[in-house]
């Protein structure tokens, strides 16, 4: 292999990013990796999908699934301006947290690389404008504030951050690698 190596030419032009394929490097992640939980052996069991299939294939299923869409389903419409004045109790004393994918501290957790580097979650939040209306708009997840139990978010379009910020309720969250179920 050393030999190889002596035998490149040494006037090939230099290019900063580029692989001996030729191919560019990746762009540095700018968003955690966050994978969906999945109760399923690390070893792989024969007859069973293995552990990354099924991981992706949940991965696959939740980025297929709307919530807009799930919540009108149950009548949920919060793009209605009045919907919200409709409520009699608010809903956040009845949040029941005991079938919650993850706690949001490891959800925070999981934002941490292995360097130590913090990159944000990505997530849908539940996004009000002038008029009251509400609909799931993209952000960013930087921070879970303990003592108001709110998520830190930054709004994204097309994968950007737009530089409008907000904190949100866990229930007006949904992280991408989190179940869409009930």
Same mark, same amino acid.
């Given at each position: 292999m ?26 540095p992640?700018t968003?955690?990796d ?6 399923e052996p ?6 069973h999908a /293995? %552990?990354?299939v099924?991981?992706?294939?949940r991965?696959?299923?939740y980025?297929?699934?709307d ?8 009548g949920?419409?919060?793009?209605n301006p009045t919907f919200?004045a ?5 809903l ?8 919650d994918?993850?706690?949001p ?9 292995d360097e130590g ?5 990505e ?8 008029a %009251?209306?509400g609909?799931?708009k993209?952000c960013h997840v930087?921070a879970y504030?303990t /003592?108001?139990?709110k ?7 097309k994968?950007?951050?737009t ?5 949100l309720?866990?229930m007006?969250?949904l992280f991408?690698a989190?179940s869409r179920?009930?």
């Amino acid at each position: 292999m050393l030999a190889l190596i002596s035998n490149v030419p040494q006037d090939l032009p230099k290019h900063e990013n580029v692989f001996c394929s030729g191919l560019a490097d990746p762009e540095p992640h700018t968003v955690a990796d966050a994978k969906p939980k999945v109760i399923e052996p690390f070893e792989h069991v024969p007859a069973h999908a /293995p %552990r990354k299939v099924t991981v992706e294939r949940r991965r696959r299923l939740y980025a297929s699934l709307d919530i807009e869409e799930l919540l009108l389903e149950r009548g949920i419409d919060y793009g209605n301006p009045t919907f919200d004045a409709q409520r009699w109790l608010p809903l956040e004393p009845f949040d029941d947290t005991s079938y919650d994918d993850r706690l949001p501290e490891e959800w925070i957790d999981l934002g941490y690389d292995d360097e130590g580097r913090f990159l944000p979650l990505e997530a849908k939040g539940l996004w009000w404008d002038e008029a %009251r209306s509400g609909s799931w708009k993209e952000c960013h997840v930087y921070a879970y504030e303990t /003592p108001e139990n709110k998520f830190s978010v930054r709004w994204t379009e097309k994968g950007k951050e737009t530089g409008e910020s907000g904190s949100l309720l866990r229930m007006q969250l949904l992280f991408k690698a989190s179940s869409r179920s009930a």
